[in-house]
């Protein structure tokens, strides 16, 4: 038997080093965020809708929660309000054509366990990330970990997740 990867649970989130940086010059050079802590940052989304010279991105930041920037990437700010537990698991973001965005949260499990708070989540937001609201994951699943919205039809979503089923003890 191999031993298990312990990812997260031998450091803690918050020692997680990176951050947001931003490329003016088609990645010649590089200019990083200077007031967004240190953070493992999973995924950006811009909003295309955003005017060109103070364009809104958002980030997710594992073990963070999610930033926002309205100024291009320069700055950033943290918009957790409504999203539950401490440190996060903000894995991808996706965005509809009515600016609503999605959240997904990755399954956090210690033991293995199922039908928790470890399982994972999905939110939503349709005030600019100022407020998230919980939505709740189809029967039978966890472990969320991609969200599309179908751009012709943004009330379909497709969700990609774990089937979860209970142990099985022999």
Known sequence: DL??????????????????????DGART?????NM??????????????PVNSRTLYATGFGRG????VDGGKHWSLKNSGITGAEPFAWR??????????LVIARRSYDGSIGNEGDGALYRSTDGAQHWTSVRLPEGVNGPHGLAVDTNDPKRLY???WGRRPLEIT
Do not use: N
């Open 30 to 34: 590089w200019d990083c965020a200077s």
């Open 159 to 161: 969700l990609a997740a």
């Open 37 to 50: 802590p240190q953070t493992a940052l999973t995924h950006i989304l811009l909003d295309s809708k955003s």
């Open 93 to 102: 973001l996706a965005g509809d054509p009515r600016r609503a965005l999605y």
């Open 66 to 69: 999610v930033f926002k920037s």
């Open 3 to 24: 031993p298990r990867p312990k990812m997260w649970q031998t450091e803690p989130p918050s020692s997680y080093i990176g951050g947001a940086c931003r490329s003016e």
